[in-house]
């Protein structure tokens, strides 16, 4: 048990460093962040893949899309690990513009929920993946109204893919 989980401690700090030397300028948490991504994958990331997956990301959204805002670098930890691709971010993309139709005021994170969705749910699936998560969203700021924020539209997405009912989601 030790033995696994210092292995685990040194994949996630090489994971960190390499994070950081190929964004040193981003936020620390978001190094920690993406380290954890490939840590929980067993992959040790490098600068150069990061550096290409950042550069793929560039290729396919403009600037002022939220795909390049303050989740960038998850965004680019996640195509490297998923290796889909350019195609993965055109399919995010469109899962992103379903997910804005039922998360008008989430921009900022519903990027993250579009990858997980993409990369998890088939694409006859989206419509009805954006659909009940936004229908778990509103489940949640039932139960929570001061609890639940905008951030959490990423949670429900995440939700929206367990085979589970929505009343045994939202009861656990």
């Known amino acids: 048990m030790r033995e696994s989980l210092n292995k685990k401690c040194e994949l996630f700090i090489s994971n960190r460093d390499a994070v950081k030397s190929a964004f040193p300028m981003e936020n620390s948490y978001m190094h920690a962040i993406c380290a954890s991504y490939f840590m929980n994958r067993e992959v040790l990331a490098t ?24 989740v960038e670098l998850s965004i680019v930890a ?28 989430s921009g900022e994170y519903l990027p993250v929920a579009a990858m997980m969705i993409a990369q998890s749910v088939s694409e006859d699936k989206w419509g009805e993946t954006a659909e009940r998560s936004r229908r778990i969203y509103d489940m949640m700021k039932k139960a929570h109204p001061f609890l639940t924020s905008s951030e959490d539209c990423v949670f429900a997405a995440m939700l ?7 009343d045994e989601l939202i009861r656990e």
């Open 78 to 105: 996640m195509l490297c690990l998923d290796g889909g691709g350019e195609a993965r971010i055109d399919d995010a993309v469109k899962v992103n513009s379903l997910l804005k139709k039922k998360f008008p005021f």
């Open 160 to 166: 929206a893919m367990s085979p589970r009912s929505d």
């Open 47 to 70: 600068a150069e893949g990061l550096k290409s997956g950042r550069k793929m990301l560039k290729k396919r959204v403009n600037a002022f899309s939220n795909f390049r805002g303050a």
